[in-house]
C-alpha cells in the first residue's frame, strides 16, 4: 500500500484528487480493479466505465476522473509502478560455491553468481551484474555494470558486452557464423570464424535468439538494441542504435540495420542488405538489397507499404479480373463476327 | 515376444488368427517384417505386400489377413505397442546428489532430479514427476503431476503447470515478453513484465519453444494444446484447448487461438488476432485480424484455401493473362483503325 | 610473425615475391593491412587500392601485385591461415571434475569434458573429441572421433554421431518427433517418438537447432551436412550429402532432401517432399510435393526461379495492368455505343 501522494512524486507527475489515497498495485486500464491506478495515453476513453481508484494521464489530458496525476510520459510512469508493485527478487545473493570462476576472473562488486554457471579464464564481469543458473561464459569475455543474465545462457570466448544489458534464458551469443566454401568437387569445407561480437547498453536479447560472432571483424549490436525471442543474427552484421526486432526474424550475413528500425516477426533479410535509419518492416517481410528511404515496406520482395497493401487487394480479387479479360475477349470476338 | 493374444488384451482389441503367435515388436506398415505387428487406417491397402505377421485395423474393417485385430483407434493401438516394446527409461531414480533443490522447495511422492538441475525457493513438483538433467527452476513454480521435464529447459518465476505434461529440451517458460515503449526522443523503455504463464493438463512443448509471461495477467495453455520445436509464444496469448500447432510458428502478444485448431510450420499471427476453434491453417500463413469462420486458411494476409489455391494457380499463369490483356489491346486498335 | 614463404608451403601455394616477408595476420580483402596477407577469388579487383602485404590468387590469375602465392582453392587457403593465425584454444584440458561420467560411458584418447557435462550410461565418446561445459548426453549415445561439441548441447538417448562433427551451442538432438493421432472424440493422443538420429561425418549443427528422432526408424543426415542456427529438423527425415540449410528454415517430418542441396534461410518444407539432388532454394520458399529438376526455385509453392522473378515484376506492376483492363472495357464499350 501506498499513498497517492508517494505514487505521483515516484512517477515525477501533478496530482489533482486526494493524495492520502491508499493504492495497492497497477493494472491495465480495463483490468484495473478499486484500489488499483492505471493509465491512459488515448483521450478517447470512457471514464465512467473505469473502476480504478486513479488514473495516469498526458500532462495536458483533459480526461476527468476523480484521481488523476499528470506526467511526459504515462507508459514510463507504468513501467516504474510495475517495477514498484512487483520488484524483482535476485536469484542469489552472491557467488553460488557450486558455480566455477576462474581465478583469472574478474568480478565487480556485487556480482552474484548461480548455481552450475561457469566463468573461464580472464572473464570481466562489471558490479551488480546478477548471473543466474547454468549460465556458460567462455574465456575473454567482457560484461558491463548492472546487467542481468538468465539461465542457461551460453557467451563464447571475447564477446564484449555493455552495461545494463537483459539476456533472456537460453541465448547464445558468439556462436560460429555459417561460413563455408566449396571445393572444386563441391565439399563444403568451414571458413573458422574468429571474429567478434560487440553488444552495447542498454540492448535486451530475447529466449533462444542467437547471435553470431564475425568470421574476422565482429558482429554489432549497438545501444538499446531490442531483440525478441529465437532470432537469428548472422555474422558481421552491424544493427543500429534503438532499433527493436520481432520474434523469429532471420537476419543473413553482413546485414547493415540503420538506427530505430522497428520490425515484425519472420521478417527475413537476404546477406549484404543495407536498411536506413527509421525504415518500419512489416511481418513476414523478404528484404533483397538496400532500403534507401525511411518508410513502411511489405512483401517478398519488399514494396512500399501502401503499393504492397493495394496489391493484396487485387490479389484477392484476381478471379474477377481474369473474368473480366476473358469477357472483353468474347465481346471483341462478336464484335469481329459482326464486323465481317 | 509377447503372444498375439496379449497383445490383443493390451490394445482392447478383438482377435481373429493364432493368439499363441509369438510377437517380437511394432513397426510402420511398409517396414514390418516377420515377427512384427503392425496398423492400418486404410481399407485400401494390398495385404499381399505385407511381411507383418499380424495387422491391426478399425473395428468394421474388411481388410483379410492371416492374423487381424480389431480396435476402435488404430493409431492409439499403435501407440500403446511402441511404449511396450520401446520402453522409456528413467533418466536417474531419485534426486541426483549434484541437484540443487531449495529447502522450501515441496516435492510430491516419486520425484527424481538429475544432476545440475536447480529448484529454487517455494517450488512445488507433484508425484511421480521426472526432471532429468540442467533444468533450472526459478522461485514459486508450480508442477502437476507426471510430468517429464527433459534437460536444461528453463521455467522461470510463477509459472504453473499441469498434469502428465511433457516438456522438451531446451524450452524456455515465463521469459519476459517483448514489451517496450519509447519515450519522445525515440528511446525505447522496457515495460516489465510481471505476470504469468499458466500450463494446463496432456500439453507437451517442442524442443528450444519459447512461452512468454504476461506482462500483467497471464499467458495461457489450455489441456492437451501441443507445440512442435522452435515456436514462439508472446505474452498475454491464449491457446485453447486441443490445438497443436508446428515449428517455427510465431504468435505475436495478445493473440486469442480457439480450440482445437491446426497450424501448419512458420505461421505467423499478428497481435491481438483472434482464431475460433477448429481453424485449421497451412504452413506460412501469415493471419492478420479475426478468424471467425471454421475452415482452411492460407496466405498472406489470410484467404479461403481454396480462394487462395485457385489464385496460386492464376499466378503461375500470370504471364499468360499479361500477354492476352496485350493482344486484346492490339485487336482494339485494329478495330479502331478500320472503324476510321 | 611467419614469412611469406612458410605461409606458401603451409597452403600449398606458389610463390611469387619476397620469401622472407613477415606477415602478422590475415584479413578480407577490404580490410587487410600493411602486415597482413589477403585473398582473392575474383579477377576484377583493383591491386592499385590494396595495402595487403600479399595476395593469394587462383593458380592461373594474371593479377598483379608484389607478392602473390598462387593456389588451387583461395578460400581453403584463407581458412587454413584463419585457423593459424586465430588458434582456437581447448575449453578444458581433460575431464572436468564437476562433470558427471557414467561408470559404464567410454571415453577415447584425450577427450576433454567441461564442468555440469553429464554423460550417462553406456555412451561412447571418440578419440580427441571436446566437449564443452553443461553439455547432457543420454545413456547409449554413441559420438565418433575428433568432435567439438558446445555448451548446453542436449544430445538424446540412442543418437549415433559421426567424425569430426561440429556442435554449437544449445543444440537439440533426438528430442521426439511431433507425432499426434486424435481419439474419434478430436483429443490428441502422442504417438511415442522411438527411433533414432544418426548424424554423419564431417557435419555442423548451428546454435539452438533442433533435430527430431524418428517414430520407429532413423532420422539421418548424411556426411558434410551444414545447419545454420535455429532451424527444425522433423523426425524421419533424410539430408543427402553435402547439403547446406540457412537458419529458420523448417523440415518436415518424413522429407527427403538430396545431395548437395543448397537452402536459404527461413525455407518451409511440407511433409513427405522430397528434393533432388543439387537443387537451390531461395529464401523463404515453401516447398510441398516433390523437386525432381535441378535447378533454383522460389515461390510458395515453388516454381522455377526465373518464373517465380518474372511474375515478381509483373505482380509489381499489377495496378498498371488491372488500369490496363479499365481502359480497354471502356474503348469497348465505346465501340458498342458507335456501333449501334
Redesign the interface.
Known sequence: MISLKEISQKVNGQLKGNPSLQIES???ID?ANAGEITFSVKETIDPGKLKAAALIVKKNSKIQYPNLIYV??P??A??VL??F??P??R?NESVDP?A?VSDSAVLGENVSI???S?L?DHCEIGDNCEI???V?I??HVKIGKNCLI???V?I??QVKIGDQV?I???V?IG??G?G??R??D???????Q?GKVEIGNYC?I???T?I?RA???KTVLED?V?L???I?V?HNVRIGK?T?I???T?I?GSVDIGE?VIM???V?I?DHAKITDGVMVV??T?IHGHVKEKGIIAG??Q?DFM?WK???V???N??K??E??KQ??Q??KE??E??K
Request: glycine share 10%; hydrophobic share 35%; proline share 4%.
Open positions: 497497477v493494472n491495465s483490468r511526459e510520459e507508459y514510463r507504468f513501467a510495475l517495477d508493485f512487483f524483482s527478487q536469484f557450486r566455477v548461480g548455481a552450475f561457469y573461464a543466474h543458473a547454468g556458460i567462455y574465456p538468465y539461465s542457461n551460453v563464447r570466448e537483459i533472456q534464458p537460453g547464445v556462436a560460429d555459417f563455408f566454401t571445393l572444386s563441391g565439399t563444403p569445407v568451414k571458413i573458422p574468429k535486451e530475447g529466449a533462444n542467437c553470431d568470421t574476422i571483424e538499446y531490442k525478441d525471442n529465437l537469428q548472422g534503438g527493436a520481432s520474434a523469429l532471420g543473413s530505430n515484425g516477426g519472420q527475413g537476404a511481418a513476414k523478404g517478398i520482395p514494396q503499393t493495394r496489391n493484396q487485387i490479389l484477392k484476381l478471379e479480373y481474369i473480366k479479360i472483353l475477349e465481346k471483341i464484335m469481329e459482326k464486323a
